[in-house]
């Protein structure tokens, strides 16, 4: 009798953990932010003492090699990764049961608050394992007709490039892509060039809301202003942006969306969410398909077949941990991370910075090269010689060293790469 009912115990603990008062974030990191919440002042982006609390909650901030490339994958913070420990244990007693009894039980309170998260309704948001999964399913799911016109841009992500491809190839749709020269602070001049491309057959237009290449943020909600004006639909690519700029999804007015959480979030690596706007549900087709594919359910798009609940649970403690520091703030301190180092870049002979530091054009990403070098021999460089890694850049008209921190990044590590820099150049 007492052990059925600890075992009951344990398994409502394994199920709701993240949002109650038993989370591992109320456990690891609730005391410590709430006494760091006594440093902080109206300008907090450089409050380092703040800061520097937050860094301690990833084990990332103490790693060997400074990692700057967060903008492909981010680390999580411990919570996260006990929260992700702890679902597995459980699970690896008995996934059937475990996992699909008691831990999928939590994700109707996980789609509520991704959808606290993302300003929408709950109905309107659906858990996957990443951009690619949401937007495909966008991609191959819209109801399209040979002949119509799709516009996007060769700057955009190469799986979504491929999937309208790939769409043009099978059903006879023209895909159109624009091309940019970045940095470009006139938002005008982007959403006049997507304007101009549009002809009455334009069914859709694809925008990365941040470009992933080169950090340069679109302007999303302008170019839907546009498109809608004209009865054109906007998928939003929005990988880089959810977690890390504050904003609520309807403010872009878009009408599809899909995003990574693995990113800037920090939840477990193989975890994404889709949005669609309420009324579009009903006509998009699931990817992955079940007994309702015109259901207006958000949920049709989960039958995804076996997966893992565990990581999926897990995200729920990324929240906690997004909502103990607050979108406002780590959209201004990621900002200032920055372009601290860039601006200091800048400084070097030789030192190119390839994106606007102007925080209405750009948050996290910004691009470096150095004058004669390869961006693949900078990135080499960087990691060989000053264990420092980031990525080098070759996408159509891009061509740099793309560098990301995150939330956990020290300002010393940033004045690591800067000396790195300086370094290289003076020898290239
Ligand atoms: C702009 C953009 N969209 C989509 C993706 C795809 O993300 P995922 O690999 O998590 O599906 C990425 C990945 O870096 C990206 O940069």
């Not at 903008?71 to 999580?76: A, E, I, L, M």
């Not at 076996?306 to 909502?323: D, L, M, P, V, Y």
């Amino acid at each position: 009798m007492n052990n059925r009912r600890s075992f009951f115990r344990k398994s409502a603990a394994i199920g709701f953990g993240a949002f109650g008062l038993n989370s591992l974030y109320n456990e690891l990191h609730a005391e410590s932010f709430s006494e760091a919440e006594k440093l902080w002042n109206d300008n907090g982006a450089d409050n380092e003492d703040y800061w520097s609390v937050i860094q301690d909650a990833y084990t990332a901030s103490k790693s060997d090699i400074i990692i700057l490339n967060n903008g492909g994958v981010s680390p999580s913070p411990i919570a996260v990764q006990e929260a992700l420990e702890k679902y597995n244990k459980a699970a690896a007693q008995g996934p059937s049961y475990y996992m699909w009894r008691i831990i999928d039980k939590g994700r109707e309170p996980l789609r509520q608050r991704l959808a606290r998260l993302g300003g929408c309704d709950a109905e309107e948001i659906a858990i996957n394992r990443n951009a690619t999964e949401a937007l495909n399913t966008i991609i191959f799911g819209l109801p399209l007709e040979k002949g119509d016109e799709i516009i996007g841009t060769i700057q955009d992500y190469p799986n979504m490039i491929q999937a309208w491809k790939q769409r043009e190839m099978r059903d006879g749709l023209v895909y159109k892509q624009l091309s940019f020269d970045f940095p470009i602070e006139n938002d005008e001049q982007i959403v006049k060039a997507f304007a101009d491309a549009v002809t009455p057959k334009t069914k859709i237009i694809h925008v990365t809301h941040i470009i992933n290449w080169v950090g340069q943020i679109m302007p999303v909600k302008k170019i839907c202003d546009m498109a809608h004006s004209k009865g054109i639909e906007v998928v939003v690519d929005g990988a880089h942006t959810f977690g890390l700029l504050d904003y609520k999804i309807p403010d872009l007015d878009c009408d599809y969306f899909g995003t990574s959480l693995h990113k800037f979030l920090s939840a477990p690596v193989g975890s994404g969410m889709m949005w669609i706007k309420k009324e579009k549900i009903e006509k998009i087709w699931p990817l992955l398909c079940n007994s309702q594919p015109k259901s207006k359910d958000i949920r049709k798009f989960e039958t995804l077949g076996t997966r893992s609940f565990c990581i999926e649970q897990a995200i729920g403690e990324a929240i906690n941990f997004q909502e103990g520091i607050g979108s406002k703030r780590k959209q201004e301190r990621v900002h200032y991370l920055k372009k601290y180092w860039a601006e200091k870049a800048l400084q070097i002979p030789g030192v190119k910075i390839h994106t606007s530091l102007k925080p209405e054009y750009s948050c996290a990403i910004a691009g470096v090269s150095i004058d004669g070098m390869k961006p693949e021999e900078l990135d080499s460089k960087l990691m060989k010689d000053h264990q420092i890694h980031t990525v080098g850049i070759n996408w159509e008209n891009i061509h740099c060293v793309r560098v990301t921190p995150h939330v956990y990044t020290k300002i010393s590590d940033l004045n690591k790469l800067v000396g790195a820099l300086e370094k290289i150049a003076k020898k290239a």
